[in-house]
């Protein structure tokens, strides 16, 4: 199945969709909605590197689940489900694919319920914007659309109460969304609860005699302006989304590592059991025999070398605590460290920010050094099995030619 053309067509059909059922009260659910969460939704699932047919799936749940809107605003996901069902079948793609579209887009309704990671991707991509410093004017659209929709004015006070409540009992509902939008969304919660205390006080005020409560509420909105604005937790999420991104970089390595031993240690099995005892009858494949020998066995080495761990001393020293220059979060820094002497050295650690930073740069920065030499061995494991593996099948070509059998 041609997975690229018929997403192609999903989108100009969706599109087509908003056009043809243009309803001016949505405001927030329309074609600019659909896209943003399309494209969460692939952000979410190229991290998660899902297959051809899962991303599909994916994409083609992103874009259908808010197209029900536009008949049933308040079951809106059993609607969009029936239309993106009818528009698979429509174009014969099989009931698995309709199936985890169907459940993906059902799982958005509220409160959320995914049950697999198609339907945990799409329920993250949905509330993405919850988690995003724009959250408040994408509330204030949502918040129009309601009023229109439903016809009945909604006070600022009332929405933001419902707003508090609903970001505080949801949760994302996977690793990369909660590491990337929780302390955003945190900050919103923060921001949206520090408007309504001061809009509660103020209409308190309004019917109590004027007093200076307004200029403490400007000084507390200001430490909180303060607090809000500092980009500690920013650093943080950036700090563990890119370890562990090269944690995930570091196994794909070790498994494509794996694949190249595998296949070799079978090939260097069978031409021991097999050609090397035919050699004595065969003298033409002597050549061509040792050059897949010698290929296999070649890689193995190479895709060993990229794996073997290296282990430093195992110790740090005073010198190396005052001049920051040790990396306690690697344990081949401390393995050989008493209890005492590793926990003084993380205590100075932690109470020094400056310190603290350089700990994580350098954390960061011996992964990827460690990542950059195992993708080139890996590399060149690969390269000398694939122009290896050329060279041998050429070589019992020619042998074949020059000798007439094999």
Not at 201 to 206: A, P, Q, V
Not at 227 to 249: C, H, V, W, Y
Not at 299 to 311: A, Q
Request: a neutral charge.
């Amino acid at each position: 199945m041609n997975y690229k053309k018929l997403q192609e067509d999903v989108e100009k059909h969706v599109g087509d969709y908003f056009h043809t059922h243009n309803d001016p009260r949505l405001v927030y659910h329309n074609l600019g909605h659909t896209q943003e969460v399309v494209n969460a939704a692939q952000q979410i699932a190229n991290h998660y590197q899902l297959n051809e047919q899962d991303f599909f799936s994916v994409t083609v749940a992103a874009y259908f689940h808010d197209t029900g809107y536009f008949e049933d605003a308040l079951n809106h996901e059993a609607k969009g489900a029936e239309l993106a069902d009818h528009f698979l079948a429509k174009h014969q793609v099989n009931q698995e694919i309709r199936d985890h579209v169907k459940s993906a887009i059902l799982a958005t309704k509220i409160p959320q319920n995914p049950k697999n990671e198609i339907d945990k991707i799409i329920c993250d991509a949905d509330l993405f914007h919850l988690g995003l410093p724009d959250f408040r004017a994408k509330g204030k659209l949502m918040h129009k659309e309601n009023e229109l929709i439903y016809k009945k004015d909604i006070s600022k006070l009332d929405w933001r109460k419902k707003d508090i409540q609903f970001m505080e009992s949801h949760h994302y509902h996977t690793d990369y969304a909660n590491l990337l939008l929780s302390d955003q969304k945190q900050k919103n919660i923060d921001k949206l609860k520090s408007k309504l205390t001061s809009q509660e006080e103020i209409s308190t005020e309004l019917a109590e005699p004027v007093n200076f409560a307004p200029v403490i509420v400007k000084e507390k909105d200001k430490k909180k302006k303060d607090k809000d604005d500092r980009p500690d937790k920013g650093i943080e999420t950036m700090f563990r989304i890119t370890s562990a991104n090269n944690q995930r970089l570091s196994d794909m390595a070790d498994n494509k590592a794996h694949i190249l031993i595998t296949v070799n240690s079978i090939m260097l099995s069978l031409i021991v059991s097999l050609l090397l005892r035919r050699l004595e009858d065969h003298g033409n494949l002597i050549i061509p025999t040792f050059i897949l020998l010698i290929v296999s066995l070649t890689c193995v080495v190479v895709s060993i070398l990229s794996t073997r761990p290296s282990i430093p001393k195992g110790e740090f020293t005073q010198e190396d605590m005052d001049k920051k220059k040790v990396n306690l979060l690697f344990f081949g820094n401390f393995y050989k460290m008493s209890l005492p002497s590793y926990t003084d050295g993380m205590i100075k650690v932690m109470n020094d920010k400056d310190f603290l930073y350089g700990t994580l740069i350098t954390d960061v920065y011996s992964q990827g050094v460690v990542l950059g030499r195992k993708y080139k061995l890996i590399r060149l494991a690969y390269n000398i099995f694939m122009f290896g593996l050329i060279a041998a099948v050429f070589a019992f070509v020619i042998a074949y030619a020059a000798y007439g059998k094999l």
